[in-house]
């Protein structure tokens, strides 16, 4: 195997928003699978929690783990940006050879990450969690969930796995790649799909939320589609092309039919109905393709300001190396 930096050898990043009522049974399960192991298989790990903007209880549960246990490092954001950020913030902290992303509602479980541990000794650098089954998700969620993969799928230049989501663990050259991107919007899976790396599908079945609620409701769910559709494809901008190239063949041949009948015919081209319909379609057709390129240029316009991705108001970690006034990425 090749030589891995890191001042541990596992980091698992754990974002955080609102996570008071599991966050206590989420690290005693983590602590119990990563201890369990120690003598064998994991030598040393850290558990980074990234507080994010959470309105409960969570931060001062985090606090106090972080007293108690010396494996625990705390990233605490200034305010809530949202989880593809957290993630990308406890990423930044991480400093394990390899790096695994789990969420802290344990439908994802932790003892799946051994196995993951297991393919990366062997000389995996991205395994990745694909989802059997997913129990206590509504229908509608795993349809949309199965369109959403394959329309992105259609139109990205780097299909991602179906059923995989953030869950995964990256060696730590994929973890240093992921942190040269510095987008905007992100959607970490198909990041980590993009940059390549010897990749492994690990299969597992995820289990209920063990409390709370979900914090990826609908409105959500569509932004991220949003951010993986524009961010990783141009075929919207290309089917602008092509509605703009119909239309105008549409009209090219509605003139040259009236001509004709106006130059060999003695009939008029008659209907207001129908031109009124015409105008309302190609209207459609405008107003549509100007809010696709308007999506684009949103993005850019984003990128061009050149914003941290977070801001961190407070690092809590027993590493004596690490700079506590690196407060933004």
């Not at 593809?84 to 003892?111: K, N, T």
């Not at 240093?176 to 492994?200: C, D, V």
Request: overall charge neutral.
């Amino acid at each position: 195997m090749n030589t891995r930096i890191g001042s541990c050898q596992l980091s698992v990043v754990v974002p955080c928003y609102n996570e008071q009522e599991v966050l206590a049974a989420c690290h005693g399960e983590l602590t119990r699978v990563l201890s369990t192991v120690g003598a064998g298989k994991v030598e040393s790990y850290e558990i980074v929690y990234v507080n994010d903007g959470s309105k409960d209880s969570t931060g001062d549960q985090l606090r106090a783990l972080f007293a108690s246990d010396p494996h625990v490092k705390v990233v605490d954001l200034a305010r809530n940006f949202g989880h593809q950020r957290a993630v990308s913030a406890g990423l930044e902290y991480a400093s394990g050879q390899a790096v695994a992303i789990m969420d802290a509602d344990l439908q994802d479980p932790p003892e799946v990450l051994l196995q993951m541990f297991d393919l990366w000794l062997q000389g995996n650098e991205v395994i990745y969690g694909v989802r059997d089954t997913r129990q206590g998700e509504s229908w509608f969620k795993l349809a949309t969930a199965r369109w959403f993969y394959r329309l992105l799928n259609s139109l990205s230049e780097r299909p991602i796995p179906e059923d995989a989501g953030d869950f995964r663990l990256l060696d730590r050259r994929a973890v240093n790649a992921l942190l040269q991107m510095k987008e905007q919007h992100r959607l970490l899976r198909a990041m980590s799909s993009w940059i390549g790396f010897r990749q492994h599908p690990l299969r597992y079945e995820r289990a209920s939320r063990a409390a709370g609620e979900t914090k990826y409701p609908l409105r959500r769910m569509i932004a991220l589609a949003l951010d993986g559709v524009l961010s990783f494809s141009v075929v919207p901008l290309r089917v602008v092309s092509v509605m703009g190239l119909a239309a105008a063949i549409l009209a090219a041949l509605g003139i040259l039919y009236a001509l004709v009948l106006r130059l060999f015919t003695s009939i008029w081209v008659e209907g207001w109905t129908l031109l009124f319909i015409a105008m309302l379609f190609l209207g459609g057709v405008q107003m549509l393709s100007l809010g696709i390129v308007g999506e684009y240029i949103g993005r850019i316009y984003t990128e061009v300001k050149q914003r941290p991705l977070f801001l961190v108001r407070e690092l809590l970690t027993h590493d004596a190396t690490a700079a506590p006034d690196h407060a933004q990425r």
